[in-house]
Nanobody, 124 residues
Framework: QVQLVESGGGLVQAGGSLRLSCAASGGTFSRDTMGWFRQAPGQEREFVAAITWSGGSTYYADSVKGRFTISRDNAKNTVYLQMNSLKPEDTAVYYC?????????????????WGQGTQVTVSS
């Protein structure tokens, strides 16, 4: 059973930075595409970024392109989301997810496993 545990969330002022981490265990992390999603109160879960198993391909939502960077360390079974130039509209619970078919999709239903989420709050 795959387990994903996110960390690194918190409260930051607009323009600041945070780095989220997602540690994976119990699965085939090094072969999985990993994604980050976020969900604000009253909103649907939305795609943020994804990275293929080798790290050779990355995908971003238009709203975060140029500000967020996804990366992974397969030796540590960890995926990261570096978030810079944060805006109040980035406030949400951030979730990491594993896609064992490696589709690199932006649709939540394509992902097989999910973490519990970490809260990111950006104050204006």
């Amino acid at each position: 059973q795959v387990q994903l545990v996110e960390s690194g969330g918190g409260l930051v002022q607009a323009g600041g930075s945070l780095r989220l981490s997602c540690a994976a265990s119990g699965g085939t992390f090094s072969r999985d595409t990993m994604g980050w999603f976020r969900q604000a109160p009253g909103q649907e879960r939305e795609f943020v970024a994804a990275i293929t198993w080798s790290g050779g391909s990355t995908y971003y939502a238009d709203s975060v392109k140029g500000r967020f960077t996804i990366s992974r360390d397969n030796a540590k079974n960890t995926v990261y989301l570096q978030m810079n130039s944060l805006k109040p509209e980035d406030t949400a619970v951030y979730y990491c997810a594993a896609d064992q078919r490696g589709l690199g999709s932006s649709f939540p239903y394509e992902y097989d496993y999910w973490g519990q989420g970490t809260q990111v709050t950006v104050s204006s």
